[in-house]
């Protein structure tokens, strides 16, 4: 069906604020609809990014006021990911023992978390957080080196931590949120060619319906929102490359590149391996295409794009001694926290109120149905780029049920996905294209559904924010619950000199 093909009537889906229109209105016949438009939709995820911004400071500033702290984003798992900036800065090592002391006079950190060893404090967060900050954290370390002797202001102190630092760090997150839609927005629109109405409302039920805003706004510093920027960015690369493939070029840079996203999605959460299959995919049409020969050509660049695997590798040997004394495995978990391969918790991760994917993020569900059509197509091969992210989606899914907290702590929503932002905004789209198909009394019955989603994951999002859920067990109903903070003592205020 063609871009502006007009359905029963003028139907209309209503996501809070933003009203995206599914199909052109049928007053203005041989015009395109605004959204049909990039610079529109973009406005309009500048819009979402924005809020969210401003969602960011609200929410930590209400925190610290609470907690009477200072304004302060680098809080639970992302002290671990944040830590090796000023330490190798600051420090020149990766002991992180003086700025994890340091930053316990703060706010309090778990001792649990940081076992201090001969060698150093272990640390078992991988460096892809900081290697993307990194860039922005030197900026701004040069400024406070530069201004702070004249000010003597604690928002310019050159500690690593102060605001100086945590501002531009956090406009790289944002940057990367606006990124990751834009990406997606660009394969829907090249390779499946969407109606422009149909990406933007994809885009907008998933930034507004799922758990990746918390992960952007509350949570910054932790991995996913980044993580699933990084992915996207591989999406996009393996979509250009068999498109490439597919009209007999190879080009000098997408190979390379998409080496470098994927390195760096797996630095910054190692389940993130599993969009190696995505990688698959363009190598196959290349092959089939019969370019391998050139392709192999560019074997040198992807493999010094590959670089920031080699660095988390150099970390890992680094704090190995450390992972040793203190009786964990290489990966820092304990010997009784592992993979249960044989017995993964699937029905759990996806339906358990303890944090299960659609049970806090309902909307997700479209874009299940929405790759359950496409792939049920018979007029038209199958798509090898939905293939490859339904498998993707597969095998981490598989990977999250197997771990023994398949719930993953004290998160909001089924965090262990959110890395995969990209497959569910895709998913969205395809759902959203399959709707206009439909009858009109099931799409009204699915924007009200869509509309209930919303619902949900708002309030559970203020719920949750509020404490007046739990974090980390189920809505109702009792069970233990594996918490990696129940020993965590919080350390004493140590060394303040920085």
Not at 468 to 475: E, F, S, T, V, Y
């Amino acid at each position: 069906m063609e871009e502006g093909a007009i359905l029963d009537g003028n139907p209309q889906m209503t996501l809070g604020a933003p009203v995206i229109e599914l199909v052109e209105s049928s007053s203005r016949p041989g015009k395109g609809s605004a959204l049909d438009r990039r610079s529109t939709r973009r406005r309009i995820y500048t819009a979402i990014i924005g809020l969210l911004f401003a969602m960011a400071w609200i929410t930590q500033a209400a925190k610290s006021h609470k907690e009477h702290e200072a304004l302060d984003f680098v809080v639970s798992d992302a002290e671990g990911y944040w830590v090796y900036l000023p330490s190798l800065v600051l420090d020149g090592n990766l002991n992180f023992t003086r700025q994890i002391y340091w930053h316990a006079a703060v706010h309090p950190i778990g001792a649990g978390e940081f076992p201090e060893t001969p060698y150093g404090m272990r640390n078992h967060w991988p460096a892809g957080i900081a290697l993307t900050l990194a860039p922005a954290f030197l900026l701004a370390h040069g400024i406070a080196l530069a201004l702070h002797p004249f000010t003597a202001s604690p928002l310019l102190a050159p500690n690593g931590y102060s605001l100086i630092y945590q501002t531009p760090c956090l406009c790289v997150v944002m940057l990367f949120g606006w990124l990751t839609l834009v990406a997606a927005d660009d394969v829907m629109e090249r390779h499946f060619k969407l109606p422009g109405a149909v990406i933007a409302a994809a885009v907008v039920v998933y930034a507004l319906g799922s758990s990746w805003a918390y992960y952007i706004f509350r949570e910054p510093f932790m991995s996913h929102g980044i993580g699933a920027a990084w992915i996207m960015f591989t999406i996009w690369l393996a979509d250009r490359i068999a498109s490439e493939a597919n009209d007999g070029r190879i080009g000098l840079w997408h190979w390379p590149l998409l080496c470098f996203t994927l390195s760096m999605g797996i630095i910054c959460r190692p389940t993130n391996i599993s969009a190696a299959i995505i990688a698959l995919w363009p190598l196959i049409v290349t092959v089939r295409a019969g370019l391998l020969r050139p392709a192999l050509l560019r074997l040198p660049l992807m493999i010094l794009a590959a670089f920031p695997l080699a660095v988390q590798c150099i970390i890992l040997r680094i704090l190995s001694p450390r992972n040793a004394i203190s009786g964990a495995h290489a990966s820092g978990y304990a010997a009784d926290q592992a993979f249960h391969w044989f017995r993964p918790a699937l029905v759990q991760t996806l339906f358990s109120s303890n944090h299960g994917l659609f049970f806090w993020s309902p909307v997700l569900l479209l874009a299940v149905w929405g790759y359950a059509r496409q792939l049920r197509k018979k007029s038209q091969p199958r798509d090898g780029l939905v293939i490859s992210l339904v498998l993707t989606f597969a095998l981490l899914w598989y990977v999250n049920s197997s771990w023994f907290a398949w719930f993953f702590g004290k998160s909001f929503g089924a965090r262990s996905f959110v890395d995969l932002s990209g497959v569910f905004i895709i998913g969205l789209g395809l759902g959203l294209d399959a709707l206009r198909l439909s009858s009109p009394g099931r799409r009204r019955g699915v924007i009200v559904g869509l509309g209930l989603g919303l619902l949900v994951n708002w309030t559970l999002l203020a719920l949750f924010i509020t404490s007046r859920i739990p974090r980390q067990a189920p809505l109702w109903g009792a069970g233990k619950v594996y918490d990696h903070a129940d020993d965590a003592t919080p350390l004493l205020p140590g060394p303040t000199g920085l």
